[in-house]
Structure formats: structure tokens, C-alpha cells
């Protein structure tokens, strides 16, 4: 389907909708879209699980024709907007681009709710917990809402792609007024029109994935690191993960769009960008025309002038040599590797469909090693994984010792609707769950003041980003391994790359004094 098919297939008009009484006293569980339907005269296109999870062979298009419409370019004049963030930093960068879109509307960034004449919830699918911590939120915005009627209140990443939740937003929360998917983000100036204007809630939310959307406006957070998208969706299936659905199929960002990207960062002069993909190893699988993967990318982004370049998130499964080849050659690709295990049973690995095993996820860590001997690893772990035996927890620990992770992104397994292995009988009691969650938080804290211990005493180069959170006098900003370090230094260096003697380390930081001259950035 192209762009112009889905536009016009979302103005749906649900002809027979006061004739659809079926499904009135369901259990709000056994309701579907269609029992919700007849609520609408305007906008309503909910998501679809089965046809996100679909892949299709639909060739993606590159639109670079993004524009405002001329009758809401000025929409938001005298207006404010609040966009709360959840998750990880594809939402965050999410989250800078519908802030450029109300920007060029003419609406105003506010940090008060109270303010606000539109509120924006960029909310997280990937555990439980995340998606009960927004509708806490959107219960606290009720009074709000009910105060200020002209308030649009919205819901917009990866939760508005599961049906149960915009079910249950239709059922009980009925002061939210926009519900959007992640593939609508560009539909945004339409999409607020529209609720302005109507006085029912809008909902459109594409289940499959739409075309690339090129030149979309962004207000960046901060003038000194960056994030720039090289590649959306996930086609990897892992059987406890939501985002294949939530994101929709592999896209890549053309390698000519992400260069003249980065070269404008760079001009604008940034310090620091993050290559952004759910599984960025995969960059570049889905061309048809030119074999061009994501080392031949590192390598032509390694030489543009911009001082530190880091990528996230890696499957371990698609880092091929060509990226290690060029890992290697150091410049401004910097010396960390963020490559999640998950598990350290290959039994577990299996059931996980991550398509690797403990022993060959090891090669891997050996030749990346090899050819970076500096570099610092860090992972991502899920524990109770359906009906894990301690056995096969005991064998993510030992792995964890083997490969000396410096830092990890711990997780209990949290089962998602919708995905293989929430279907799963699973006779791990939750006790059982935390306390391995514990052991294996314990032995992650352990390595990591070990590494820590390691730069006593030296001197290491600091990207400084500010102030301390905790203290006004204190800087603080990351070494190129990702060390947080604080630090007694000239509030000028902010923005700069200087050099930071580290006199103490703690378990997740390191302590330390700006040596003086400044480092000459390339
Ligand atoms: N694409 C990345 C990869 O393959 O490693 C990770 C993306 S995901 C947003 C971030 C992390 O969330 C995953 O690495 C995994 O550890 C965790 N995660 C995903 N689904 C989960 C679930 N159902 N329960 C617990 N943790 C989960
Ligand atoms: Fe989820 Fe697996 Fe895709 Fe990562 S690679 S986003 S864990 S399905």
C-alpha cells in the first residue's frame, strides 16, 4: 500500500455504524475495533496485531516532499505543547521529530502540564510495567483534561499499536482525544486538525509500516549529542518482543540521506551522534539494488568531522566481519559495543529465537576482541524466561563472568500479548524470578566497579554535557568507553572533549579534575 492509498484509506467513515450493537455488554477483554466502532463519525483506524506481524514484499518509497498544509501551518500559534517520553531512544528521537512538527506549526515547547494545550504521551510496549506507568499518567491527566476541555491529550508510540490498549483507552479512559501508531508520526499536523475540530477522539494508528519519510523537522535535544535514525522496524522475531509488531518490518534509511545527516550535525557542530536501529546490524539488508551494509556505512560516517560516533542497538546475530574490520580502525568510532546476550543457555537462546548459541555469541565477543582488545562490552539480559531452570540462569552468570560485561540492562521476562512466548505455560514463581534478577544484578554491580577500579589515576578524554544532576558545581559527561565521570573543571568546557584525571571510582562513575588544556577535537 502507498503513502497516498493510506491516507485516504484513514479518513474511514464507518457507514453502518449506528446499526453495530453487537459486542455493547462484552467483557471490555473479549471487545475488538470493531465494537468501539460505532463511536466514530470521524478518523478511526485501530491497529492490528496480525497484520503488523505480516511481512510483505511492498517496496518502501522515499518521500523527501514533507510539508505542513497551508491551512494549519499557524495552528499552533500562542499554543503550547508537552511531549512525556517513555522508553528507549527511538522514542526519544521520536519525540524530537513531533516536536518539530509542532514547532513549525507554531506551537511552543512548555516543561508544565498546566500550560499545555497539547500533551503528547510517547509511551513503551516492551514490559508490563511500562505500560502500567502510563495509564497511571493518564488517570493523573484526568482532572486536568476535565478542567480544560480544549486540552488535547494524545497517545502515540508503541503502545497505541497494540489493540488491547486502544481498547481499553475507548473503554476507560475517555477524556484521551488522539490515539497515533508510530508509522503516523508525519500524519501529526492532519491528525490535530482533526481533533480540534471534531468533537470525537481520533484514532489512526497503521498496523503495517509506511513508506520512509525523509526531511521530517526536529527539535534536538541539546546541542551536543545526536541521534540520527539509519533504520526502522525489526524483522528478527524474538518470542518474548512486541517491537516487530509495534515498529513493523526492516526499513534502511538511504546511506546518502544518513551521511548528508551526520555532515549537518557535524557543521552544526555536535560532538557526538548515536546511529539508531532496533537491530542496526541488519542496515542495509533490505537494498535490492547495491550491497551496502552497516560497515560500509561506519566507514564512510568514520570520515566525516565529527569527533565520536557510537550505534545502537546490535544484533549479535548480523555483526559480520566487514563491521568488525572497520570497528577496528578506531577515528572516531569509539571503543564500546553494546551487543545484548539475553541468555547465556544456548537451550533458552533457542526458545528465544534469537538464532545464535552461548558458543558462538562467544566467538563472536573472541574476534571483536581480537581485532579491538580495548573495547568495553555491555549487554541486555532477560531472567525468567518461561520455565528457565537454574541451570540455565547459572549459565547467564558464568557467561556474564567469561565475557567481563562492564555494564548490563537487566530485565525480568515480561510477557507481551500478542508474542510466542507469552503463550507459553511457565512454572517459574516470580520469588524465584527476583531473586535471580538479584544474583545476577549483584555480580553486574561487581564487574562494573571492578572495570572502574581500572582508571584510577589515569587520565581519560570527557565529553562534557553539563552540570551534574546532584550538584550544580560539579560537570559531568562520558568517556569514549561510556563512563559516566564527575569532575571539578571550567563550566567553559561544556560542549568540549577535555581531559579528565580520574581520583576515584565508584561502582557506576568515576571521580576526577579537569587536566587544563582542553583536547584538540579532530
Ligand atoms: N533490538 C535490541 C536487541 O535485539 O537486543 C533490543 C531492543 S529492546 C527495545 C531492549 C531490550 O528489552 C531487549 O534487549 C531485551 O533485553 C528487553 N526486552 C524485550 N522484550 C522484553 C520482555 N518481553 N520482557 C523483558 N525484557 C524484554
Ligand atoms: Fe525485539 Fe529481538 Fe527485534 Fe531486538 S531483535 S527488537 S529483542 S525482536
Not at 477524556?175 to 491528525?191: A, E, S
Not at 541468555?343 to 581485532?371: D, H, Q
Not at 554491580?445 to 582508571?455: F, G, H, I, L, R
Request: charge should be negative; aromatic fraction near 6%; include cysteine.
Amino acid at each position: 500500500m502507498n503513502e497516498q492509498q493510506r491516507k485516504e484509506m484513514s479518513q474511514i467513515i464507518p457507514g453502518d455504524a449506528a446499526d453495530r450493537k453487537s459486542g455493547q455488554d462484552k467483557p471490555l477483554k473479549e471487545k475488538t475495533s470493531d465494537d468501539f466502532a460505532k463511536y466514530f463519525e470521524t478518523t478511526y483506524e485501530p491497529p492490528n496485531i496480525n497484520k503488523a506481524r505480516k511481512r510483505g514484499r511492498d517496496k518502501i518509497n522515499v518521500h523527501y516532499d514533507f510539508g505542513i498544509p497551508e491551512d494549519i501551518a499557524n495552528i499552533g500559534e500562542g499554543k503550547k505543547f508537552l511531549i512525556r517520553t517513555y522508553g528507549c531512544q527511538m522514542n526519544e528521537h521520536d519525540t524530537e521529530v513531533m516536536a518539530g512538527i509542532l514547532t513549525e506549526m507554531g506551537y511552543e515547547s512548555t516543561a508544565d502540564k498546566n500550560e499545555a494545550d497539547i500533551i503528547l504521551l510517547n509511551t513503551c510496549a516492551i514490559r508490563e510495567n511500562a505500560e502500567n506507568k502510563v495509564f497511571g499518567e493518564i488517570g493523573h491527566l484526568k482532572p486536568l483534561k476535565l478542567e480544560k476541555p480544549d486540552l488535547i491529550l494524545g497517545v502515540c508510540g508503541c503502545m497505541s499499536q497494540e489493540e488491547s490498549v486502544v481498547n481499553r483507552i475507548m473503554q476507560k479512559h475517555q477524556h484521551v482525544d488522539l490515539i497515533f501508531g508510530t508509522h503516523n508520526i508525519h500524519r501529526l499536523p492532519q491528525l490535530i486538525k482533526e481533533s480540534m475540530f471534531s468533537k470525537a477522539k481520533v484514532v489512526e494508528v497503521w498496523s503495517k509500516e509506511g513508506d520512509i519519510i525523509e526531511n521530517l523537522p526536529k527539535v534536538r535535544h541539546g546541542k551536543i549529542k545526536a541521534w540520527v535514525n539509519i533504520m526502522y522496524g525489526c524483522d528478527k522475531f524474538c518470542t518474548y518482543c512486541i517491537v516487530p509488531m509495534t515498529r513493523g518490518k526492516e526499513r534502511s534509511r538511504k546511506p546518502d540521506d544518513i551521511i548528508q545527516e551526520v555532515r549537518h550535525l557535524a557543521a552544526q557542530g555536535y560532538k557526538e551522534v548515536t546511529l539508531l536501529g532496533q537491530n542496526v546490524n541488519a542496515y542495509g539488508k533490505d537494498f535490492e539494488d547495491v550491497a551496502y551494509g552497516l560497515g560500509d556505512l561506519m566507514d564512510d560516517i568514520r570520515k566525516i568531522d565529527i569527533p565520536r560516533v557510537r550505534f545502537t542497538t546490535s544484533h549479535p546475530r548480523d555483526f559480520d566481519e566487514r563491521l568488525i574490520e572497520v570497528l577496528a580502525k578506531g577515528d572516531n568510532l569509539l571503543d564500546h559495543i553494546h551487543l545484548p546476550v539475553q541468555s547465556g543457555s544456548s537451550e533458552i537462546l533457542r526458545k528465544m529465537n534469537r538464532k545464535y548459541t552461548r558458543e558462538s555469541y562467544l566467538e563472536l565477543v573472541a574476534k571483536i576482541r581480537e581485532a579491538m582488545p580495548n573495547t568495553t562490552l555491555t549487554t541486555d539480559i532477560i531472567v525468567g524466561f518461561p520455565n528457565e531452570t537454574e541451570e540455565q540462569f547459572e549459565e547467564t552468570m558464568s557467561l556474564v563472568e567469561e565475557v567481563g560485561f562492564e555494564a548490563a540492562y537487566t530485565f525480568i521476562y515480561s510477557p507481551r500479548d500478542g508474542t510466542p512466548a507469552a503463550r507459553k505455560k511457565d512454572d517459574v514463581p516470580e520469588e524465584v524470578k527476583k531473586q535471580r534478577l538479584y544474583r545476577l544484578n549483584d555480580l553486574v554491580n561487581k564487574q562494573s566497579a571492578e572495570s572502574m577500579k581500572t582508571y584510577e589515576d589515569a587520565v581519560v578524554k570527557v565529553l562534557v554535557e553539563g552540570e551534574s544532576k546532584n550538584n550544580p558545581d560539579v560537570l559531568a559527561g562520558y568517556t569514549e568507553r561510556n563512563k559516566l565521570v564527575n569532575f571539578k573543571g571550567s563550566k567553559s568546557s561544556i560542549g568540549q572533549i577535555v581531559e579528565v584525571k580520574i581520583t576515584e571510582a565508584k561502582t557506576w562513575s568515576l571521580n576526577g579534575i579537569m587536566v587544563e588544556n582542553t583536547v584538540e577535537v579532530n
